[in-house]
C-alpha cells in the first residue's frame, strides 16, 4: 500500500464498553518483508496526550476535531494484512493524506520518544 494511505481500525471497545474505529495512516513504504509503519489518530482529549503531532479538522475529511497522533499506538504492520483487511471489510479504506500532512508526521515519528526501537529502526532503514 503507498504512504498516505488511511483506513479506519477494526473496531475497538472503550473502557465505557462502546466500540469505535480509530483513523491509521501508512507513513513508510514496504520494506524487504512487504511491512510498513502504520499510526494511529486520536481525538485531543487531554492536557497530558502528546501533543508532538497535531491534526485540525479540514487536514483530513475523517478528522472532525482537534487530533493527535497517538505514536504509542505506532505498529509494524504486514501490507498483505492490510490489503485483505481491507477487502473482507475488517478495515475500511478512507482518503489519502496530503504530502503536507505525512512529512509532518514523519518528521514528528523521527522525534518522538514515544516510538519503539523497532518501528524507528525500520523508518531508518526506509
Known amino acids: 500500500m503507498p ?3 488511511t483506513f479506519l481500525s477494526k473496531p475497538e471497545k472503550s473502557k465505557s464498553g462502546k466500540e469505535f474505529r480509530h483513523l491509521r495512516i501508512i507513513v ?14 486520536t481525538s485531543l482529549k487531554f492536557d497530558n496526550q502528546d501533543k508532538s503531532c497535531i491534526i485540525h479538522p479540514g487536514e483530513h475529511p475523517f478528522i472532525k476535531h482537534k487530533s493527535i497522533i497517538d505514536f504509542k499506538r505506532t505498529k509494524i504492520m ?5 490489503i485483505n483487511g481491507i477487502n473482507k471489510g475488517w478495515l475500511i479504506k478512507k482518503e489519502d493524506i496530503s504530502d503536507t500532512l505525512l512529512t509532518r508526521i514523519q518528521n514528528a515519528l523521527k522525534q518522538s520518544k514515544f516510538i519503539s526501537a ?4 525500520l523508518f531508518r532503514y526506509l
Open 28 to 41: 513508510s513504504d514496504s520494506d524487504k518483508n512487504n511491512e510498513q509503519i502504520v499510526v494511529s489518530v
Open 78 to 82: 504486514s501490507t498483505i494484512d492490510i
Open 118 to 121: 523497532e518501528v524507528k529502526s
Open 3 to 5: 504512504k498516505k494511505t
